[in-house]
Nanobody, 123 residues
Framework: QVQLVESGGGLVQPGESLRLSCAAS????????IGWFRQAPGKEREGVSC????????YWADSMKDRFTAVRDSASRTVFLEIDKLKPEDTAVYFC????????????????WGQGTQVTVSS
């Protein structure tokens, strides 16, 4: 059974950095892309950053390239999301999800999802 567990969220001040973790189990880690998504209250889920099965970081939107980076560590079976210069509008629940090999533009290709970790940016 595939299990994805996010951690590392919390309350942070604007301008700070944060690293979220997504620990994966129950799947062949090297064969899956892992994507990070977020959902703010009253808004649709949006893709943040993704890393393919061969380690390439990709994005669904150019607006995410400056401050968000997904990086995978095969030894620990973990994908990290590095977030720089946090803004209040980054407040959301952040999820990781797994797809077969590639970071598909269709979020429906991501079959397995974690429960999410809350990130709140406020002074």
């Amino acid at each position: 059974q595939v299990q994805l567990v996010e951690s590392g969220g919390g309350l942070v001040q604007p301008g700070e950095s944060l690293r979220l973790s997504c620990a994966a189990s129950g799947l062949s880690f090297g064969a899956y892309a892992i994507g990070w998504f977020r959902q703010a209250p009253g808004k649709e889920r949006e893709g943040v950053s993704c890393v393919t099965s061969n380690g390439k970081t990709t994005y669904w939107a150019d607006s995410m390239k400056d401050r968000f980076t997904a990086v995978r560590d095969s030894a620990s079976r973990t994908v990290f999301l590095e977030i720089d210069k946090l803004k209040p509008e980054d407040t959301a629940v952040y999820f990781c999800a797994a797809a077969n090999r590639w970071c598909y533009s269709n979020y429906g290709a991501f079959d397995d999802w974690g429960q999410g970790t809350q990130v709140t940016v406020s002074s």
